[in-house]
C-alpha cells in the first residue's frame, strides 16, 4: 500500500502531483472508498453535518472532490455487523482509500475490530490517503498530547504501518495550541522518530522511501526529539 499522509487533505498543486504519481493514472480513472469514522470519536466534529460535508466532498480539506470515477462509503463500525463478502471485495478492488480526520485511536479501534487491518498486507496496489487522524492512525504512537477518546488498552498505540509518527496543523488558526514549540515537547516524549506538519504538507510512503511534499512548513525529528 502506498501512503499519501496529510493533515488536511490534497490542500495544493504539490499534494496533488503526488497524489497522481501514486495513482499512476488519471483521478477520473479511479475508484475511492471515503472512510469518515474517525470524525464521530472527536468534539469537533462528532456525527451529523461534519461528516455530511466529508462525504459528500464540501469540507475544507479536498478530497472526496477531486473528480474520482466513483465514490463509496466504508463506514467501519458497521462492518462487524454484516458478512464479510459484502465490503471485503469492495475494499479490494477500491484504487484509493480517502480516511477522514477526527480522532486517531477511535479510528485505530474500529480498524481492527472491523478486521480492516487484517486486508492490509494485501492491499499492494491500493492508495491510502490520510486526513489528520487518518494520516496519524498509520503510525506507532499518537503521543498523549493528542489522546482524546480513550481506547480498552489504555495506550496511544496505533497501527504502526510507518516507523514515525505525525503532529499535524501546525500553526493552525482554529488550534493556537498547534505550534512548533509544543510539536518538540510531544516529539520529545514518543521515543522514535516524528514529523510535525502544517496544512500545506504531505508525507509520502512508496516502497518503503518517505518523502515529504510541502508548500507550507515542517519539521522532522529525531528519535530523542531533536530536530534535523
Known sequence: ??????????????????LLDLLGRPIADCTALAIPT??????MAGPGAAAWEFIAGRSNEPMIELGWKSVGVLELTALPSIPE?????????ADVLLVSGG????????MREAGFTDLVPS???????????????TTPRIGEYFVGWKPPSGDDRALGLVDFSIFPHVDHPMLPANTMDAAEQWAAG????AYAIDDETAIVVDDGDVEVVSEGHWKHFLADGVPL
Open 1 to 18: 500500500m502506498r501512503l499519501l499522509l496529510t493533515s488536511a487533505g490534497v490542500k495544493n498543486p504539490s499534494i496533488h502531483d503526488t
Open 38 to 43: 474517525a470524525m464521530y470519536g472527536h468534539p
Open 85 to 93: 463478502e459484502k465490503w471485503v471485495p469492495l475494499v479490494r478492488e
Open 103 to 110: 480522532d486517531a485511536l477511535y479510528l485505530n479501534h474500529w
Open 123 to 137: 492491499l499492494t496496489d491500493t492508495v491510502y490517503v490520510g486526513m489528520s487522524a487518518g494520516s496519524m492512525v
Open 190 to 193: 514518543l521515543g522514535g522518530p
